[in-house]
């Protein structure tokens, strides 16, 4: 197979119907990796930082709103929530706690399917392809090699560089504030720091006092003269 659609951590602890969405999911294209409970659905997160996050509510353990928490406490990767609990007050808990979709099972394959095309697309700012990289202009991005390339030749970015891009590049044209920008890589291990290719800075628009912001199609072709 291809590059999957998106890295995706599917948070469940009934087995059964853990399993049928995993299997539909993969089908599909996308990665899909698997947990039962909260401790292993946050080790997968802090392993793996999947593109989005589809999780149970009601979990052994670390409920599901605790993970949300956990997650949001980093990163502003989506989460979709898929519980029994039909609740309204179920709902809000769930969404004023950072998760940004809410399914009420029993759901159909189809329902999710959209739900989670359409927050995908919200997070990488419409640029996202079937393949799952986010081009903008000369720049590419591939999440799952975690691999960024200028005129298709290769950046070599730490971790903690490529963090951030991904972080701009869900965001292109607006600015994002430093704060916002830290807790997107927070829990990122760099342990060598290292200069950012001078390719990628024509690209980037630093905002003094505000943020750091990447230059929309239009900027680009502008600012690289063509
Ligand atoms: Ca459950």
Avoid at 35 to 46: F, K, P, T, V, Y
């Amino acid at each position: 197979m291809s590059q999957p659609l998106a890295r995706l951590l599917l948070v469940e602890d009934d087995e059964p119907t853990r399993h049928a969405v995993a299997t539909n999911l993969i089908g599909h294209g996308y990665a899909v990796r698997e947990a039962s409970d909260g401790e292993e659905a946050l080790r997968h997160w802090e392993e793996g930082r999947p593109d989005l996050v589809l999780l149970d509510l009601g979990l052994p353990g670390i409920d599901g709103l605790a993970v949300v928490r956990r997650i949001r406490r980093d990163a502003t990767t989506p989460i979709i929530i898929l519980s029994a609990r039909d609740q309204e007050r179920d709902k809000v808990a769930a969404l004023d706690a950072g998760a940004d979709d809410y399914l009420i099972k029993p759901f159909g394959m189809a329902e999710l399917h959209a739900r989670l095309r359409a927050s995908l697309r919200r997070t990488l700012g419409g640029n996202i392809e079937v393949d799952g990289r986010v081009r903008i202009g000369p720049l590419e991005l591939d999440p799952v090699r975690r691999r960024v390339a200028v005129d298709d030749r290769e950046v070599h970015l730490t971790p903690r560089q490529y963090e951030l891009l991904k972080a701009l590049l869900g965001n292109v044209g607006r600015v994002v504030s430093r704060g916002r920008l830290l807790r997107a890589v927070w829990g990122v291990e760099y342990a060598n720091e290292g200069h950012p290719d001078g390719r990628l800075s024509g690209l980037i628009v630093a905002e003094p006092g505000v943020g750091y912001r990447v230059r929309d199609e239009e900027e680009m072709r502008g600012a690289r003269g063509s």
